[in-house]
């Protein structure tokens, strides 16, 4: 069995509204081919398993992979696909390496959302016997959790329109990032309303691309790179599928998620010994909500940290110094970016974006499913 | 051979449509027609942890017993949390701008997601007591509950 697993390599293609020059296989191609030039592996003699994260009806097709086995080496050789979060990509990747099984494993996420409507895909994620025919989609289930977690624990709107200020802030010096800027608070209070409280500038926006990873066994991981990020911990949990099921404002999942992670990585004290985090802000709210159920802050305290400066590239406790997703990553490859990201701090190799403290420990946060049903934690450090 | 560097990219239009029938199942389908025949809105009992869940199911989630009781709940319940949407899609009964709400109705654990109306936007507050209105017209789905509405 391997003792421990490493990051070796990643690749991020620029992450743009409509890439209309490529197919989705193409563009997994950019990231694999880089990842590889970048290692200096070869798929055929290197690459012992390979993991895509896609979704079958983003790619209309069941089953996603299928299309994809070429360029990502399946051809008469293993692939699996996660079709959640790309953090679970990392999750499944990481326990292959530790069976003892897999030496290399090949990670890639990829999603193009100008292919088709998200909000009618998204809808086929409800449940078909007592949800579906009501319309919903993640937007409108989102401002349902948004709306429950601001009356819970008295949560302005404009705290949560400085998450969208700060992210797409740091996104300006983040070269992958599709969208960026300055903006202030009333700005971001006044783009248009769409599902209240949640505006225009609180959603991500659809974006087309995708990310790649090489992880390895401690072994292998030495002779490929001086600067390996190890993997820690890492958890996962769902909490229930119906909207009414449980109160939408309670992170039990992400506790339990984080809880596994973190014992996996000797954390005993999140808020001190994690330097930077990187959490799945598909909407605003949620990096202050997956804040608190990463127990970077007590229940209801991260708005405080936020205002405080605390969350920033120059804070005590930086949170997505990449910008997030508010800064444009497309769904399913949302995770392994969040991965991605905080593996480049570890390194010390995120450029403008790095953080100006030391990197020992990062925390990286994957979701999937509405109102963040299914959770996924990476705790990664260095040496 | 001459590499192609310029071209016009080319879009593949295609529409992926399945005429679905999902079978509600044991419990459902006794909600269904309790629903559409009596306008009685079923939960499902569990007796290990004494908690009554809407939708009603067939396995507690939380203690795996199978379940095989229901209770009629509601009509009446609470709003837990809402919003109005402001966009349309073709796949809402409703046109925008519309509230969705999750609704805890009296004697139920769990809420209910669903439709509010015959009140103003500003006026919906998590607390809010309301009561179905039935369609005219029940089909045996969920729009058999046409919406909620202030008591
Ligand atoms: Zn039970």
Redesign the interface.
């Given at each position: 069995m391997a003792d421990r697993v490493a990051i070796v390599g990643i690749a991020q293609t620029k992450f743009a509204p409509k890439r209309?020059?490529v197919s989705c296989g193409e563009m997994a191609y950019e990231v694999i081919e880089e990842v590889l030039r970048q290692t200096g592996l070869e798929m055929k003699k290197d690459i012992d398993n390979a993991i895509s994260c896609s979704h079958d009806i983003w790619d209309?097709q069941t089953i996603s992979n299928i299309g994809i086995t070429d360029v990502i080496g399946g051809h008469l050789r293993s692939e699996e696909k996660m079709a959640l979060d790309g953090s679970t990509a990392v999750y499944y990747g990481t326990i292959g390496i530790l069976s003892g099984e897999f030496d290399c494993t090949l990670l890639m996420a990829h999603t193009k959302m100008s292919q088709t409507?998200r909000?009618?895909v998204n809808?086929d994620a409800f449940d078909?016997?007592?949800?579906?025919?009501?319309?919903?989609?993640y937007t409108?289930a989102a401002?349902?959790?948004v709306?429950?977690y601001m009356?819970k624990y008295g949560i302005t709107p404009e705290q949560i329109a400085r998450v969208v200020v700060k992210n797409l802030g740091n996104a300006k010096l983040n070269p992958v990032a599709h969208q960026s800027g300055n903006l202030t608070v009333a700005e971001v209070l006044s783009s248009?309303?769409?599902?209240?409280?949640?505006r225009k500038l609180d959603i991500a926006p659809d974006t087309d691309g995708a990310v790649a990873m090489i992880l390895a066994s401690e072994k292998r991981a030495r002779k490929i790179t001086k600067n390996p990020v190890w993997i820690r911990g890492i958890g996962a949990c769902y909490d229930?599928h119906?909207?009414?099921?449980r109160?939408?404002a309670d992170v039990f999942a992400l506790q339990k998620a984080a809880g596994q992670a973190y014992r996996m990585a000797g954390i005993k004290n999140p808020r001190r010994q994690i330097d930077v985090a990187e959490v799945g802000d598909d909407f605003s709210y949620q990096e202050l909500l997956w804040m608190e159920g990463l127990g970077l802050c007590e229940r209801g305290g991260a708005a405080k940290m936020l205002e405080a400066g605390a969350t920033e590239i120059k804070g005590r406790l930086p949170v997505n110094p990449s910008g997030g997703l508010l800064g444009g990553v497309p769904i399913n490859v949302y995770g392994l970016n969040r991965v991605a990201e905080a593996a480049l701090q570890v390194m010390g190799q995120a450029g403008d974006h790095q953080v100006k403290k030391d990197v020992k420990i990062a925390v990286a946060q994957g979701h999937s499913g509405f109102c963040g049903q299914h959770q996924c934690v990476v705790v990664l450090g260095k040496e | 051979m001459e590499e192609i560097k310029k071209y016009e990219?080319f879009?593949v239009d295609?529409h992926?449509t399945a005429q679905?029938r999902?079978y509600?199942?044991r419990m459902?389908s006794r909600f269904y027609i309790a629903l559409r025949d009596q306008q009685k809105i079923l939960g499902a009992k569990c007796p290990r942890c004494n908690k009554v869940?809407?939708?009603p199911r067939s396995t507690c989630?939380v203690c795996f017993s199978e379940l095989t009781e229901t209770v009629e709940i509601g009509p009446l319940g609470t709003v837990?949390?809402?919003?109005?949407?402001?966009?349309n899609?073709?796949?809402?009964?409703?046109k925008a701008p519309f509230i969705?709400?999750?609704?805890?109705l009296d004697g139920a654990d769990?809420?209910?997601?669903?439709?509010l109306d015959e009140v103003d936007?500003d006026e919906v507050h998590?607390g809010l007591r309301v009561r179905p209105v039935y369609a005219r017209e029940r089909n045996g789905?969920?729009?058999d509950i046409q919406y909620f509405k202030p008591l």
């Open positions: 209309v020059d209309g409507n909000n009618i809808n078909p016997i007592y949800t579906r025919l009501l319309g919903f989609d409108s401002a349902l959790q709306r429950r009356y248009p309303l769409v599902a209240s409280p949640l229930a119906y909207l009414g099921d109160d939408l | 990219p879009e295609q992926i679905s999902y509600a199942g459902g869940l809407w939708p989630g837990e949390t809402f919003t109005v949407v402001t966009y899609e073709p796949v809402q009964p409703r969705y709400a999750v609704i805890k769990t809420g209910m997601a669903h439709f936007f998590i789905n969920i729009l």
